[in-house]
């Protein structure tokens, strides 16, 4: 029954081994690298967005096609959610924040279509991406402001005697949000996914257990289709957080005193 | 490891996997202590013993990955994708601007225009006005003048022909005296035989007093 194990959906096969660094040459050391199912949907992804986007805009209609207006439409959400959450000055960083959402968007939704791999179920790809926004923040931030962006862990108004609690607080908090921002992530794909497979599994051996056991397989039935609706608002939602907690981190970065 | 236990079993009965959530949510206190159990695996599927999203020998191979696709994603969108639209969005924003203001242009014109008519129309009726005036006065002189030519003409006649009567009835009326005397001659002769026509005129003024 390797079909109703829901953690098999996860598993990272190698497609074609490319190349290892280190090691002593025996299998398994150093660092491998190959062509997975997770980089076949990496590529996927991308492929989607970037034929997508130039594709329906290749025209370039002033009264545009259903096609080129997607684009448009999702180009103006995501603008506009880096101009609210980090002024114009954040514009720089709109290619960043539209590349973030487009990616986690399309992963989650790609891996909603059976047999696929959700790229976004691992915690090292959410992690990698985190600390790309964390690191962004980190360097952009003393870039632009020098010293000052430590403003950042001293809000304004405070007085001096609070300043050796609410300082720290603010560093762990600071210093915590690569992790929930890919732990948020991770945990919603991974955890979504699990319950649909064990909903999913629950109809396949319910059904094996004759009339009674398929008449019961009912209710899974309709707890599947309603985690998968489900399923479909978390991918969109957990990409929407994402890029807006990305602008929000950026923001901190263009304007450290809050 | 709770998780181990699970890719292990082919078959895992069905009342089993209803923990299979609540398991994922346990700590994997530490991912590097599973390495031991990756590194004994032999090739080929990574780690088949390990959850596999916590899985290090996976690691270098999604990192390579995600930082190629998502590379060339960031290069598409930042060089490609991203200012053809925001090329194409301010292109409509400039025509739209242009057509409002060409827009804006033509009704000025448009009420320049309308101004421009009801002022000549204004002009035009004060003139019309006026040019009316000026007939209705010129033919009221006109009709007044002949009338008073007419007047004038029919007085005179009237006071000649008044003269005409009067000279007539003059010499009628001296006519009247030689008809009267010429009568009384011949009647005076008829009866008494000649008279002197200067007797009977004598005879006819002394009558006439």
């Known amino acids: 029954m390797a079909g109703t194990d829901p953690i098999h959906q996860f598993v990272i096969e190698d497609m074609f081994p490319l190349f290892t660094l280190g090691g002593d040459g025996t299998a398994g050391s150093g660092l491998s690298f190959a062509f997975t199912n997770s980089a076949l949907f990496m590529v996927a992804t991308v492929a989607i967005i970037g034929l997508y986007l130039i594709l329906s805009t290749g025209s370039k209609s002033v009264i545009p096609g259903r096609a080129q207006l997607l684009s448009e439409l999702v180009y103006g959400f995501v603008a506009n959610m880096v101009r609210s959450a980090a002024g114009t000055a954040g514009m720089t960083f709109f290619p960043l924040v539209f590349s973030l959402f487009t990616f986690i968007f399309v992963a989650n939704m790609l891996g909603m279509v059976p047999y696929f ?13 985190s600390m790309l926004v964390f690191l962004t923040v980190i360097i952009y931030g003393f870039y632009k402001n020098g010293p000052k962006f430590l403003k950042l862990f001293v809000p304004a108004g405070v007085p001096g005697y609070i300043l050796p609690i609410v300082a720290p607080i ?5 210093m915590s949000r690569p992790i929930s921002l890919s732990v948020r992530l991770f945990g ?23 009339f009674l056991g398929i008449l019961g397989s009912a209710l899974p039935l309709i707890m ?19 890029a807006v907690l990305t602008c929000m981190y950026l923001n901190d970065a263009i304007h450290p005193s809050h | ?24 949510d346990a700590p994997h206190a ?7 159990a990756t590194t004994e695996a032999s090739g080929g599927e990574h780690g088949s013993d390990v959850f596999p999203p916590f899985d290090p020998a996976t690691f270098p191979s999604q990192l390579l990955w995600l930082a190629i696709t998502f590379g060339a994603l960031y290069l598409l969108m930042s060089k490609i994708a991203l200012p053809r639209i925001g090329g194409i969005l301010e292109n409509r924003k400039a025509i739209m601007d242009a057509d409002l203001a060409a827009a804006d242009a033509s009704r000025q014109q448009t009420d320049a225009a309308i101004a421009a008519y009801e002022a000549a129309l204004a002009a035009a009726k004060a003139k019309a006005q006026g040019i009316a005036n000026e007939s209705r006065e010129a033919i009221q002189a006109d009709l007044a003048a002949k009338r008073s030519a007419v007047e004038a003409d029919l007085s005179a006649k009237v006071s000649e022909a008044e003269a005409r009567i009067l000279v007539t009835k003059t010499e009628a009326l001296t006519h009247v005296d030689e008809i009267a005397t010429e009568t009384a001659q011949t009647v005076v002769s008829q009866l008494v035989g000649d008279v002197s026509a200067d007797s009977v005129r004598a005879a006819v003024a002394k009558a006439k007093e």
């Open chain 1, 117 to 129: 791999f959700t790229v976004t179920s691992h915690i090292i790809v959410t992690f990698a991406l």
């Open chain 1, 170 to 174: 603010e560093f762990i908090s600071f």
């Open chain 1, 188 to 210: 919603n794909i991974l955890a979504g996914h699990i319950t649909l497979k064990v909903f999913t599994g629950f109809i396949v051996t319910m059904g094996s257990l004759g």
């Open chain 1, 224 to 242: 599947a289709v309603a985690l998968t609706g489900l399923e479909f608002l978390v991918g969109a939602v957990q990409a929407y957080v994402f």
């Open chain 2, 1 to 24: 490891m709770a998780t181990q236990a699970y890719a292990q079993e082919a078959a895992v009965p069905a009342e089993e996997l209803v923990e299979a959530p609540v398991a994922t």
């Open chain 2, 30 to 36: 530490d991912p590097t202590a599973d390495t031991h």
